[in-house]
């Protein structure tokens, strides 16, 4: 886990939940802030980069233009399968499916399956319990 990218311009850090399985080989870069939700499970070679450098001026060297960092956020009981990456400003909401090699570059309400790159929603767990706007996990417990 990597909280921040560098010590002079400290990131926002990682919080992750009660019961929260994270398998081998992760890299969680915390730098615009990572939270994730309680009772979440987590494949093998998973990874957040919640960041994006800044590439408007092709006149100026990119690793000169800053960064923007917005932040990743998982809902509590997700289920990540092995090689997915998250990218900054995606939100997942309760109880959602993410394919395996999926590259995850928007957000997802509750319940929902996702996979490819980038992913789409495959379906919906059930239709019923999904609400439009993701659950995103409490202070307290997440
Ligand atoms: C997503 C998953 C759970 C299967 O869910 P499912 O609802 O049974 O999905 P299906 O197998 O019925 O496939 C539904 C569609 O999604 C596609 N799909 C399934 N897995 C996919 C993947 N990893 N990437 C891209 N597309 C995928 C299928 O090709 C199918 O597409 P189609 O409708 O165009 O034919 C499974 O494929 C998966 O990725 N599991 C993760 C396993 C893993 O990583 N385990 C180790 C860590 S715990």
Redesign the pocket.
């Known amino acids: 886990m990597v909280a921040s990218g560098t010590l002079s311009d400290l990131g926002q850090g990682i919080t992750v939940g009660d019961n929260v399985g994270i398998?081998e080989y992760a890299y969680i870069g915390g730098a615009g802030g990572v939270r994730i939700g309680s009772d979440t499970?987590?494949?093998?070679y998973f990874s957040t980069h919640s960041e994006n450098h800044v590439f408007s001026d092709p006149d100026n060297l990119i690793r000169e233009q800053g960064v923007t960092r917005t932040g990743i956020e998982v809902g509590p009981d997700c289920?990540?399968?092995?090689?997915?990456t998250l990218l900054d400003g995606v939100t997942l909401g309760r109880g959602c499916?993410?394919?395996?090699?999926?590259v995850v570059n928007q957000s997802f309400p509750d319940y929902a399956?996702i996979?490819?790159?980038p992913a789409r929603l495959?379906?919906m767990r059930d239709m019923s319990a999904a609400s439009a706007e993701p659950t995103l996990p409490e202070d307290s417990n997440d």
Request: aromatic fraction near 4%; charged fraction near 10%; glycine fraction near 18%.
């Open positions: 398998s499970i987590v494949g093998q289920w990540i399968g092995a090689k997915v499916v993410v394919a395996a090699g999926s399956i996979a490819g790159v495959l379906r």
